[in-house]
Nanobody, 117 residues
Framework: QVQFVESGGGLVHPGGSLRLSCVVS????????MDWYRQAPGQQREWVAT?????????NYADFVKGRFTMSRDNAKNTVYLQMNNLQPEDTAVYFC?????????WGQGTQVTVSQ
């Protein structure tokens, strides 16, 4: 069973930064693309970013995070990251990582990001 453990969330002021981590167990992620998603209160889960397999050379971002968020990976640690800069209140959500080819019902607990004065 693939498991995802997200961490690094917290409460920040607008304009602040956070770095999220997601440790994956049960599968070696080196050869797999990885995603970040988020879910705001009362909203559906939405895609945030994808990083390509292996070197992670190719990254794609949702328009609402382009230029502010950067996804990276450390295959030796079976971990992906999401560096989030210039956070805004609308970024408030629970953030999840996921493997595109994994069971679509298999998600971790996520990590809460709250952006507020």
């Amino acid at each position: 069973q693939v498991q995802f453990v997200e961490s690094g969330g917290g409460l920040v002021h607008p304009g602040g930064s956070l770095r999220l981590s997601c440790v994956v167990s049960g599968v070696i992620v080196r050869g797999l693309p990885m995603d970040w998603y988020r879910q705001a209160p009362g909203q559906q889960r939405e895609w945030v970013a994808t990083i390509s397999a292996r070197s992670g050379e190719i990254k794609n971002y949702a328009d609402f995070v382009k230029g502010r968020f950067t996804m990276s990976r450390d295959n030796a640690k079976n971990t992906v990251y999401l560096q989030m800069n210039n956070l805004q209140p609308e970024d408030t959500a629970v953030y999840f990582c996921h493997i595109p080819s994994d069971n679509p019902s298999n998600w971790g607990q996520g990590t809460q990001v709250t952006v507020s004065q």
